[in-house]
């Protein structure tokens, strides 16, 4: 049994910072990326940052220089760091693993249940 738990959300104003953080358990054979998505009211969901095993990140255009994604293989767990936050970045926000879990077959994704982010202006 796999389980992603994400922490961190919630209702913050413009320009303030929360930090995301999604932690995957389970029989883990290998992780090769992790990532946030987020998902607003009436839009579809969009890749906000994600990192492989080799370190090397890759943003959105919208949260370049504001959004740090950050990775502990030991805990098998994922940040985001949210600075400069804008009403626009309202959202549900979902962690991805791709992930080999023992007995299934290699590098599924997997998401986690989301969190809510509200930014007022």
């Known amino acids: 049994q796999v389980q992603l738990v994400e922490s961190g959300g919630g209702l913050v104003q413009a320009g303030g910072s929360l930090r995301l953080s999604c932690a995957a358990s389970g029989t883990i054979y290998s992780i090769t990326a992790m990532g946030w998505y987020r998902q607003a009211p009436g839009k579809q969901r969009e890749l906000v940052a994600g990192v492989i095993s080799g370190g090397s990140t890759n943003y959105a255009d919208s949260v370049k220089g504001r959004f740090t994604i950050s990775r502990d293989n030991a805990k098998n767990t994922v940040y985001l760091q949210m600075n400069n936050l804008k009403p626009e970045d309202t959202a549900v926000y979902y962690c991805?693993?791709?992930?080999?879990?023992?007995?299934?077959?290699?590098?599924?994704?997997?998401w986690g249940q989301g969190t809510q982010v509200t930014v007022s202006s």
């Open positions: 991805n693993v791709k992930m080999w879990v023992t007995g299934t077959p290699p590098f599924h994704d997997y």
